[in-house]
């Protein structure tokens, strides 16, 4: 009798584990956002909910990652942020390319009449270093709960194209919840942030594929573009989510264009995911196949 309970019990642990697989990225976007959402009703200041919510696709992605495979699994996830071998030269082009996204802002604006003249923020050296940390360590939870957690499983089935602009638009729909009252972006019009960060997410998925998977790479990138807003100066705050859209939107178009057909082409399906597909299973229930610029290992798989 004791035998026939713990295997039910197996059994039962087993059947719950599998269901979090399958359905583990509509789990973690569910969640994330009914998380976000309720963040906002705190009674905490705007730009401490802005930090609790930065945290939240990193604690779901971390609890989701421990009962679906371990603790291995939870140390592969926190692994991907130790990923200090890489080609330098990555790290220079994310900063290069924040840098040219608030230059061309700027730019832009400076045409338009908007401002007589491209200024920098007037901070001290250590204001800028301390700004620069925190953007940085601010943009890490961010990157490992959708990089590192929900772009790989998209990445089995999607493009890095199709799978960046899925991410964008739920990320984006979270940074909503900013602009509402009390919270950091008040009363900002919503459209340009959706496609902002959408473009944002977007460019953040070339850096992840070209880079086989490396957060640090997208998480300098990610800070970078927030740190060089000291370049914006004079603009104000609605016309800078208008044209950093236009801007965001346009670069992601010449990387698309310019990585075609590799960014837009969607990995393969092997045998046993084709007899998957032709029986009606799920998507999610499909295996990864390794194709060197879409598929990145999942963390129980390292």
Request: aromatic share 8%; with cysteine; hydrophobic share 50%.
């Amino acid at each position: 009798m004791l035998q026939t309970n713990m295997s039910k019990k197996e059994h039962g642990m087993n059947t719950h584990t599998s269901r979090i697989k399958r359905h583990a990225l509509l789990i973690f976007c569910t969640l994330t956002i009914a998380l976000t959402s309720a963040a906002t009703r705190l009674p905490l200041p705007g730009e401490v909910v802005s930090v609790v919510m930065v945290f939240i696709p990193t604690l779901i992605a971390l609890s989701l990652t421990a009962m679906a495979d371990g603790w291995g699994g939870v140390r592969a996830l926190l692994g991907k942020l130790a990923q200090w071998r890489m080609r330098p030269t990555w790290i220079v082009i994310a900063l290069a390319l924040g840098l040219v996204l608030r230059v061309t802002m700027s730019g832009i604006a400076l045409l338009l009449g908007l401002i007589p003249a491209i200024h920098l923020r007037p901070w001290s050296p250590m204001q800028l270093a301390l700004f620069a940390v925190m953007l940085f360590l601010f943009a890490i939870p961010e990157e490992l709960g959708w990089r590192g957690y929900a772009l790989p499983k998209l990445l089995k089935t999607h493009s890095p194209l199709v799978a960046g602009l899925i991410i964008g638009m739920l990320w984006g729909s979270l940074h909503l919840a900013l602009t509402l009252p009390g919270m950091i972006y008040a009363g900002a019009p919503q459209l340009p942030i959706l496609l902002e960060v959408t473009g944002l997410s977007v460019l953040a998925t070339w850096f992840y594929v070209r880079t086989n998977g490396n957060l640090l790479v997208t998480s300098v990138f990610h800070a970078a573009q927030s740190f060089f807003v000291i370049v914006t100066d004079g603009v104000s705050p609605e016309q800078q989510l208008w044209l950093m859209a236009v801007v965001l939107l346009t670069t992601t178009l010449v990387v698309a264009i310019a990585e075609w057909p590799s960014f837009a082409q969607k990995p393969p399906l092997d045998g046993e995911a084709r007899a998957r597909r032709a029986t009606g299973q799920p998507r999610d229930a499909l295996p990864g196949v390794t194709a060197p610029t879409t598929r990145i290992p999942e963390p129980h798989e390292r």
